[in-house]
């Protein structure tokens, strides 16, 4: 995860500031979930917009004294963006390798495609244990809806697989 820099939580503390004028120090769903829109609109490259089931998330996460807590603080929401920011990078950097593989741009990877690339990337790395067989398990996870095709969620479900980080940290 790349760390957040001062500008980051500077910046994150003057959206959260915006939304809190009582100066409480604590934000509710709808205040999060404004200063999240905020935030996204102005770097949409770092910072993804979000829905009501996922800020009632990150105030869950937080309820730990099993209360109905309906606010977090600023550590709390800085703690959740940092998650955000690192889901978002993991998908960025998923989406440029899932690009790779799809040859003409039509946004699915043809299984065989992927086998090739991974088998290539085990020879390339002298990881020589993945059979086809192997690659075609872990494809076979993936591929939700067994049309042949992997669509991006279906990619990232794979590459995220406790199968595909054993193939990766086997590469190294």
Avoid: C
Wanted: zero cysteines; aromatic letters at 8%.
């Amino acid at each position: 995860m790349e760390a957040l820099s001062e500008e980051n939580i500077l910046e994150m503390r003057a959206h959260f500031d915006n939304q809190d004028p009582s100066g409480s120090g604590y934000l509710d769903a709808e205040g999060m979930k404004a200063a999240i829109k905020e935030l996204s609109k102005k770097r949409s490259s770092k910072y993804k917009d979000t829905d009501d089931a996922e800020v009632e998330d990150m105030i869950r996460y937080f309820s730990t004294s099993g209360g109905r807590r309906k606010e977090i603080s600023f550590p709390e929401f800085l703690f959740s963006m940092g998650q955000r920011v690192k889901d978002t990078d993991e998908n960025d950097s998923l989406k440029q390798l899932f690009d790779q593989f799809d040859v003409n741009k039509d946004g699915v990877v043809i299984t065989t495609e992927l086998r090739q690339a991974m088998s290539q990337l085990g020879r390339n790395t002298g990881v020589g244990s993945w059979s086809d067989s192997k690659i075609d398990s872990l494809i076979r996870e993936g591929d939700a809806n067994k049309d042949g095709v992997l669509d991006f969620e279906e990619f990232k479900k794979i590459m995220l697989s406790p199968k595909a980080a054993g193939f990766i940290s086997n590469a190294n």
